[in-house]
């Protein structure tokens, strides 16, 4: 990833090097620019954030790309990072952050765009571009793969195995994603091997205990496992892989039950919340 080229709007806008003349060509230039009522389709609006996707020309072919904005952070968020002696962080600078940190650390995410926050109104937004011929892996996954017998063909080996080193690197590095199931993680295939990337950035980060969120990320991946496509065999293989060991010793066997603890509990509250709709 290369560097940030501008930094515009008295220093409210950042625009990656790579889009600065796409958005400059569409009034994509100041704070407020990316506020506009009717930019783009509006994907979601939930409370503080909002996610709107739009399709911009460039050289005669679309662009596509996706905005988040949030409003202020709010009082608890700030007490949380006073708690932790840390000064409060817009959720957009936080994930723009991420971004850049992983690219640092070699791990393929989301090709950054723009990145902008008001320290007036506390309003923030980070936008990424569209992966090209990638697709979410839960998807990918459910339409490639079964876990009958026979099924355990060298693409599942190599998708289990890149999946598990995405994962190892991450975790290597100190860094937990915190909201890590397969949606997250996307999928390109290429000459018979996976390239995979880590999207939706904003809770990643190191925390205090590290060992209680390495078992919540990996527990969230096996929760989102469809159903009849990756089988028991293949978690094997991605935590031989995951471990770099060739059998599972004791720490490892402690570290894995830990999961299959934390999935259960995952499943029993949302069969509870199931049975009050």
Not at 25 to 51: A, I, K, M, W
Not at 131 to 159: H, I, N, Q, W, Y
Request: aromatic share 10%; proline share 5%; hydrophobic share 35%.
């Amino acid at each position: 990833m290369t560097e940030p080229a501008d930094t515009l709007d008295e220093g409210r806008l950042t625009l990656h090097h790579d889009f600065v003349w796409l958005l400059h060509r569409n009034g994509l230039d100041t704070f407020e620019s990316f506020y506009h009522e009717g930019l783009g389709q509006l994907l979601r609006d939930v409370g503080p954030r909002s996610n709107v996707q739009l399709t911009l020309e460039s050289d005669g072919r679309p662009v596509t790309l996706f905005l988040k904005r949030h409003e202020p952070v709010g009082f608890l968020e700030k007490l949380r990072a006073w708690l932790r002696f840390r000064r409060p962080r817009t959720p957009a600078r936080t994930e723009w952050e991420n971004i850049r940190e992983l690219a640092r650390l070699g791990i393929a995410t989301m090709p950054p765009v723009a990145f902008g926050e008001d320290p007036d109104t506390g309003r923030s937004f980070v936008m990424t571009a569209k992966l090209d011929f990638a697709r979410p892996a839960d998807d990918f996954v459910r339409d490639r793969f079964t876990s009958g017998p026979g099924a355990m063909t060298p693409e599942r080996r190599k998708f289990v195995q890149r999946l598990a080193q995405l994962v190892r690197k991450l975790h290597a590095a100190d860094l937990t994603h915190r909201d890590l199931y397969l949606c997250h993680v996307f999928v390109r295939e290429t000459d018979g091997d996976y390239q995979l990337y880590l999207i939706d950035l904003q809770r990643l980060g190191p925390h205090v205990f590290q060992r209680r969120w390495k078992v919540k990320d990996l527990a969230q991946l096996e929760f989102s496992r469809p159903r009849g496509t990756l089988s028991n065999t293949d978690a094997m293989r991605f935590l031989l892989t995951y471990f770099g060991v060739e059998r599972l010793g004791p720490n490892e066997k402690r570290f894995a039950r830990s999961i299959l603890r934390k999935v259960r509990r995952m499943k029993r509250k949302g069969e509870a919340e199931e049975t009050t709709r």
